[in-house]
């Protein structure tokens, strides 16, 4: 899958995709991610991308001109599943999603910036508008970089043991069970016995008791979803 990412700030997210296993999923193969600075889709000497507000109110709107222009220039080489937009007044992302949005072939994520960006971007040419939770942050970059990530390594393969993948908590809306490794007692404080007993079924039982209870303790709405 390919993800092209558009921004003002490519060094802000630059670092966290040549990394681990955002970088380990680009070398096999298994995903391109591409940075795009909007800043490059400007015709103006000073590289401006936005601009006053009508109507005279506080703060800068992203201008339409180098967003769809830099869009344009993406389709025009190949065709996107969505065209994403974040923003703090977006669908919330969620585990389902990342899984729909993992068998996508080809996306774009946009991140919006200062008070906002010309409607009309968001009108023609975003096909979806997601946050990533009810708090503003400075900008979308994080946003997209949370998204690429929920979304890359659950494609198969990116994760080495695919089913560590498929156990996360969420998938099955259950929170994972506890994990554990060596020293087996530390300070006095013991790995549960069974997990140390060798019996298969009886590991498989246990954790998903501990997945239920947890869920039910931590997180009871998933359980009525
Ligand atoms: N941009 C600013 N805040 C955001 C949020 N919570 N989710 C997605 N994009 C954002």
Not at 71 to 87: P, Q, W
């Amino acid at each position: 899958m390919r993800i092209d990412i558009i921004t003002v700030l490519p060094e802000m997210i630059e670092g966290f995709f040549s990394c681990s296993i955002m970088a380990r999923a680009q070398k096999k193969g298994l995903a391109e991610i591409k940075i795009h600075n909007l800043r490059d889709y400007t015709l103006d000497k000073h590289k401006r991308v936005d601009d006053y507000p009508y109507g005279g109110c506080a703060g800068m709107v992203m201008q339409i001109e180098p967003i769809d222009r830099c869009i344009s220039s993406l389709k025009s080489e190949r065709d996107y599943d969505e065209v994403i937009f974040t923003t703090p007044d977006g669908e919330q992302f969620d585990q389902k999603m990342a899984n729909t949005l993992s068998l996508a072939g080809n996306l774009i994520i946009l991140c919006g910036h200062f008070k906002g960006i010309d409607y009309r971007i968001r009108e023609h040419l975003i096909t979806k508008e997601i946050s990533i939770g009810d708090y503003v942050l400075t900008g979308g970059e994080l946003a997209a970089a949370v998204m690429a990530d929920a979304i890359v390594r659950i494609i198969p393969g990116v994760i080495s043991d695919e089913q560590s993948a498929l156990s996360d908590s969420f998938q099955d809306n259950l929170l994972a069970p506890p994990v554990y490794t060596r020293p087996a007692v530390y300070k006095g404080w013991k790995v549960p016995d069974v997990l140390l007993s060798g019996h298969e079924r009886n590991i498989r039982d246990w954790e998903l008791q501990q997945s239920l209870e947890r869920t039910r303790l931590l997180r009871p709405d998933l359980l009525n979803e």
